[in-house]
């Protein structure tokens, strides 16, 4: 199997292989035909570096399904040359954004703005956090099978909607939501009718949280944490936190760097609420198939929540837009789902 020296600055090391370029080129080719149904008569703009293996694999498989995109070497150019370039697009065009980091243009909100044009947008940024085997997990997340995809995206968010109470149990703990959900977004491939089209990748997730934060109690474990650096944090035993009217008020077998997690939290938005209920679907992911970036993990299949007053998907009325400084991912060991009494999760999988 031959493999390919990356450019610099990546270590001198680091190697990817002609598989892994060939299979991330075939599950790409389904999302720029399927997800975003790219004919040729639209233009692509790919803007990547080079700085890590996995930014590598994923240029080379993006040029090989758009051989007459422009590609934009974002390390050797100017940022006036990045933004003529992307300002020179039309409505529907695509837009791929390939990063090891996370590209900065001085105060230009890039995804924002690209919206804005009407462009459609695939961003994929902090590669450089998924090394070794991770790499592997990463270009299984982008396989799109759109019957899974839209059929159980749908069915969740139907469930999730028609629900008046539910219950996340996590092996003799439970986590009760005593009233109705918000109405769920879906992050499942399917744009119709939305405005942007496209966002962050891998996809496959459904969201909500209570209409009353208050209604949620008990008790959930948790197996990951998002630390300070947006990464996971994976502790020797699961770590149990005891919710009050919503909010964290006791934790069991923490450790210290989740105990910092929850200071922050509350130094800056005075208690630790419960917001976002994630039903992830990307079945790549799992407890055992982990990657550093915390974005990119939230994908998981199976149910994360979040903690901090941020949430910008939802409304309150005692959360002033803004004014919530903290999103913090936390990850459930989840032995069912009950929506309205019916379990439609077990063995790491959704029964919908």
């Known amino acids: 199997m031959n493999t390919h020296p990356l450019p610099a ?21 389904t999302v720029i035909r399927t997800v975003f149904q790219h004919t040729g008569s639209q233009k692509a703009v790919v803007v990547y570096d080079q700085a890590c293996p996995l930014a590598c694999i994923l240029t080379a498989a993006y040029r090989a399904c758009l051989p007459d995109a422009s590609l934009i070497d ?3 150019s100017a940022a006036a040359e990045v933004l003529n370039t992307l300002h020179g697009l039309h409505e529907h065009d695509l837009v791929i954004l ?9 105060a230009y909100r890039l995804r924002v703005e690209l919206f804005k044009k009407g462009l459609k947008v695939i961003e994929h940024p902090h590669l450089a956090r998924m090394t070794g085997q991770e790499i592997d997990y990463y270009i299984d997340s982008l396989a799109y099978d759109a019957a899974y995809y839209r059929h159980t995206g749908l069915a969740l968010k139907q469930k999730i909607d028609h629900a008046s109470h539910g219950i996340i149990d996590s092996g003799g703990e439970q986590l009760i939501f ?20 496209g966002g962050q990748f891998p996809i496959g997730e ?7 934060l208050e209604a ?11 630390d300070t650096t947006f990464r996971i944090n994976q502790p020797a035993q699961p770590i149990t936190l005891i919710v009050e009217k919503g909010q964290v008020t006791e934790t069991k077998n923490s450790t210290p760097e989740f105990e910092t997690v929850l200071a922050n939290i509350r130094k800056d938005d005075g208690v630790v609420w419960v917001r976002e209920l994630g039903f992830g679907m990307n079945r790549a992911f799992s407890r055992e198939r982990t990657v550093q970036d915390i974005g990119t993990y939230e994908r998981m299949c199976g149910i994360h929540l ?15 837009r803004g004014e919530g ?10 032995e069912a789902v009950l929506l309205d009494g019916e379990n439609i999760y077990r063995d790491g999988r959704w029964l919908v």
């Open 9 to 29: 600055p990546a270590s001198s090391s680091a190697t990817y292989t002609d598989n892994q370029v060939i299979t991330a080129t075939s599950y790409l080719d």
């Open 178 to 197: 005593s009233g109705h959900f918000e109405p769920a977004k879906m992050n499942i491939g399917d744009y119709s009718g939305m405005k942007n089209v």
């Open 325 to 334: 400084r903290h999103h913090v991912d936390v990850f459930a060991i989840t």
């Open 216 to 226: 949620v109690h008990g008790s959930i474990r948790i197996f990951i944490f998002g």
């Open 306 to 320: 979040s903690l901090g007053s941020k949430h910008g998907s939802y409304a309150k009325s005692h959360i002033k």
């Open 98 to 106: 390939i990063q090891s980091t996370n590209f900065r243009l001085e």
């Open 206 to 212: 459904v969201f909500t949280e209570s209409i009353d």
């Open 74 to 76: 974002f390390e050797a």
